[in-house]
């Protein structure tokens, strides 16, 4: 039987615009490797910025074999931009994951960030945006085997959910986070393509997508103001090492390699941190009032000088009277600029009252005078006097370990028993009086203190633009800490109140923008829920009235209903078996347990035979299981998740409420089917 022509068979014409494409990304990628720059830097400095560049470039125009290089193609009524002439031609879009362009520099394919790309994900039957043609392509790794098309300004064609579209959805999830550029829906794009100028918080339940547009917002920003970014920076927050190991495949799939990821301990990282804390000191140190506290005991170094200055140079001597003085030092305090910009700045002003009384006496001192006379000893020693310098480190180590010096700048902003609580030296708080720094055993609550009074020190440096993920979990002082880092940019906030499992959760999101210092900013809800299927969310958002009442429960989109079960059991092997069932399955397996109850579990796998992995560690073809602490639970996803225990969950928290919170975290983590295990009775506020 004849083979059909090339030019008969759309999906074959479809694989040689492929093939094309990756080689054009070839030839792009080998023109970067060619350059020469030998001739065009003039110093070694310039080499190593651009050969840096360079290498970015090439690493950036990498073609992943087993990922798509387009997943879809627009077909304009008319060339975007241009009249819509009776007659007018259309064009013709790819739209993939980068630019590629052909050896003649016209496009092959288009970025999906690029303007005219964003009809892919907004068009409909309803606003179709002048295109005829929307068709999405399959893939099985990274060879193209189906498309389907929508003919959005055709009234004869009805709508219809894309086949293709929700098989991309739901397919198994093995290793890290990918990114859903090809999937992204119109309300996640609508929160991708916000400006910069402005700070959105995104208020998603389990499985709406909220980490994968929060970094896709990263790489649209990127892609639409580089430049800026490329000056400031960007940074990427998560709640713990595993989560970030789970999502930082992401960014590098869409060609962005510049963003840095960290942790909010990261950050104000000032000291090692090898104490921790109560709940309830935790929760004291982690209220925002402790930022006044800092700023008076920082400012309760500043004294008002009580002698006249005398300055010496050659034969002469220049008296500056007390009254005098302190008028530079109350005027330095009303500037409310930083501590330590202040203390710079007192030497020069003493030095400027010095030469006016020069030009007075008939001199003409001119700007190395004044730098020499801002550096006499006896100006050192008055501004270390009236001003000395603070180290913020040893400031909150008093604070914390005297007792009066804690009550002091507390008054009128703590109780007596909040100012217990947190200090160290009384009995029971756990913490003995430490001689130095590096000797104190610093909790993480510490480290966020010692980075504030840093701050009302020395001014922290802004970047362009952060993403803050899981923020539900942050303490009103760790939300200062990261609004510090973005002052002079902007913010992306993502979480699920409903998931906050810290003692200082969340209670409002107007709130916790407040205390980023981005009240302004636009908060969003999520609430399609793409990945979570429906029997599990409906039975999870059984929890929503104890621990969220507020909350609009997430309401899944998924075709396929998933598949859930509650098994009583009468031990571990049960579990063990329940897991040996799913691991049939394609794709990765979870089994989270409260946190003490998963050395048993470990040890039970080991004795069948079955290899696990810890969170964060990426799944083989060969080991397919993850042990996930509850605790380490939250951002994670596995295809198939076992939940052992559910009242051992809620039980390992300090209160209830928490606990329930951990819970209906474990309950939504699986994308495709849930066994909950349980040998006592399930919490009643799910029965």
Known sequence: MPSTPVDDDPLARERAHLASSRGALRAMREDAESLDISDVTANWVNAQIL???????????????????????????????????????????????????DGDGDPMVIDWRAPVSQPFYRASKKD?????????????????????????????????????????????????????????????????????????CVQGGPGTGKTAVGLHRVAYLLYAHRERLARTGTLVIGPNRSFLHYIEQVLPALGELAVRQGTVDDL??????????DAAAAVVKGDARMAEVLRRA?????????????????????RLPAYELEEMVRELLDRDIRYGAARDALPQRIAHAVLVQMERSGEAPDDRVQDAVARNSAVKAAVKEVWP????????????????FLAEHAKGVLSEDEQKTILWAL????????????????????????DEATDIVERTHSLGHVVLDE??????????????????????????????????????????????????????????GFRVPTDVITYASRLLPHIAPGLTPVASVRENPGFFDLRPVTGTAETVAACEELLRNEGSTGLIAADARIPALAEALTARGIGHLAPGEETTAETRLTLVPASLAKGLEYDYVVLDEPQAVVDGEPDERTGLRRLYVALTRAVSGLIVTHTTPLPPQLT
Do not use: N
């Not at 050969?51 to 060339?79: C, M, N, V, W």
């Not at 104000?268 to 804390?277: I, K, L, N, S, Y």
């Not at 309760?300 to 300055?311: D, R």
């Not at 109140?497 to 923008?513: D, F, K, N």
């Open 427 to 450: 009995p029971g708080s756990g913490r003995r009086p430490a001689r130095s720094v590096k000797a104190a055993r610093w909790s993480a609550a510490d480290a966020v203190l010692i």
């Open 128 to 200: 179709p945006m002048d295109v005829g043609l929307r068709r999405r392509f399959g893939y099985t790794g990274g060879a193209l085997t189906a498309y389907e098309d929508e003919h959005l300004s055709d009234p004869a064609e009805a709508a219809r959910t894309s086949k293709l579209l929700q098989r991309e959805i739901e397919r198994p999830r093995v290793g890290p986070m990918r990114d859903i550029v090809a999937t992204i829906q119109p309300e996640q794009d609508e929160i991708v393509r916000s400006g910069l100028g402005g700070t959105v």
């Open 471 to 528: 923020a539900q979990d942050l303490s009103p002082m760790q939300y200062r800490a990261v609004g510090r880092r973005c002052t002079t940019g902007s913010a992306t906030v993502l979480g699920d109140l409903a998931q906050g499992t810290t003692p200082w959760a969340t209670r409002s999101w107007q709130e916790a923008l407040g205390h980023l210092g981005k009240a302004d900013a636009v908060i969003e809800e999520l609430t399609a």
């Open 268 to 277: 104000v990282a000032h000291v090692e941190v090898r104490g921790t804390d």
């Open 298 to 318: 920082v400012y309760s170094h500043v004294s008002m000088p009580s002698e006249p200055l005398v300055v010496v140079r050659g034969s002469r001597r220049w």
């Open 389 to 404: 310098a603070v180290d913020p480190a040893k400031l909150v180590l008093r604070l914390l370990t005297d007792a009066d």
């Open 51 to 101: 050969e840096r560049q360079i290498e970015e470039r090439i690493k950036a125009l990498a073609d992943l074999s087993d990922t798509p290089l387009f997943f879809g193609r627009l077909d304009y009524l008319h060339a975007p931009g241009a009249e819509r002439a009776e007659g007018a031609e259309g064009e013709q879009f790819y739209i993939g994951r980068r630019h590629v362009h």
